[in-house]
């Protein structure tokens, strides 16, 4: 079965940075696009990015375009999120997410898998 496992999280000042990781296991990971949410305390989960599945396309939520940069490294079957310039409204949990539709070019918006989710506390 799929496994998603996110590292990287924690608490840092605004202004500060942090990159997220998350190591796939289960399938082929190279075949697969793949996306980072994050969850808001009392909300639902929100998009943050997605990746297709050769790492060629990328696309973003509104709210952190032109902020965060979403990679991947196939060859170590890892999926990573550059997070600069934090704000204190970043504050959230972050999740790792994929779905089964094979070498998908577009944004993962109904995940079926998801990782347990790293903290990240962002201070004022």
């Known amino acids: 079965q799929v496994q998603l496992v996110e590292s990287g999280g924690g608490l840092v000042q605004a202004g500060g940075s942090l990159i997220l990781s998350c190591t796939a296991s289960g399938r082929a990971f190279g075949d697969y696009a793949m996306a980072w949410y994050r969850q808001f305390p009392g909300k639902e989960r929100e998009f943050v990015g997605s990746?297709?599945?050769?790492?060629?396309?990328?696309y973003y939520g509104d709210s952190v375009k032109g902020r965060f940069t979403i990679s991947r490294d196939n060859a170590k079957n890892t999926l990573y999120l550059q997070m600069p310039n934090l704000k204190p409204e970043d504050t959230a949990v972050y999740y790792c997410?994929?779905?089964?539709?094979?070498?998908?070019?577009?944004?993962?918006?109904?995940?079926?898998?998801w990782g347990q989710g790293t903290q990240v506390t962002v201070s004022s």
């Open positions: 990746i297709s599945w050769s790492g060629a396309l990328q």
């Open positions: 997410a994929s779905d089964d539709r094979l070498r998908r070019n577009g944004a993962i918006t109904s995940p079926k898998h």
